[in-house]
């Protein structure tokens, strides 16, 4: 069982940068992702890495805004979003995947643990 455990949230200006953290438990998983729901919306994908090859994947629309990377020996995972919009106001949750099909990096179905959330409001 993966505990993931999120953090960086906050308050911020329309425009401006927050980055979020990601702790895992335990090194189990072959993708790492992190999606958003924001009020009334459905939860999305924003964005994933496969573990090994460090590749990454993201939503068209935080591409070119967001970055994501990873430290393996502490097994964390960073997202550092940069021009941020009254969009991207959400609820951000990390989640670990234990396949590593890539036709499913995208999908929430295909993570197996997911963390507690952590809030980002971008003010207008």
């Known amino acids: 069982q993966v505990q993931l455990v999120e953090s960086g949230g906050g308050l911020v200006q329309a425009g401006g940068s927050l980055k979020l953290s990601c702790a895992a438990s335990?090194?189990?998983?072959?993708?790492l992702g992190w999606f958003r729901r924001a009020p009334g919306k459905e939860r999305e994908f924003v964005a994933a890495?496969?573990?090994?090859?460090?590749?990454?994947y993201y939503a068209d629309s935080v591409k070119d805004r967001f970055t994501l990377s990873r430290d393996n020996a502490k097994v964390m995972v960073y997202l550092q979003m940069n021009g941020l919009t009254a969009n991207d106001t959400a609820v951000y949750y990390c989640?670990?995947?234990?396949?590593?099909?890539?036709?499913?990096?995208?999908?929430?179905?295909?993570?197996?643990?997911w963390g507690q959330g952590t809030q980002v409001t971008v003010s207008s």
């Open positions: 890495i496969r573990w090994n090859s460090r590749h990454t």
């Open positions: 335990e090194r189990t998983f072959n993708h």
């Open positions: 989640a670990a995947a234990r396949g590593g099909i890539l036709s499913t990096i995208r999908s929430h179905a295909a993570y197996d643990y």
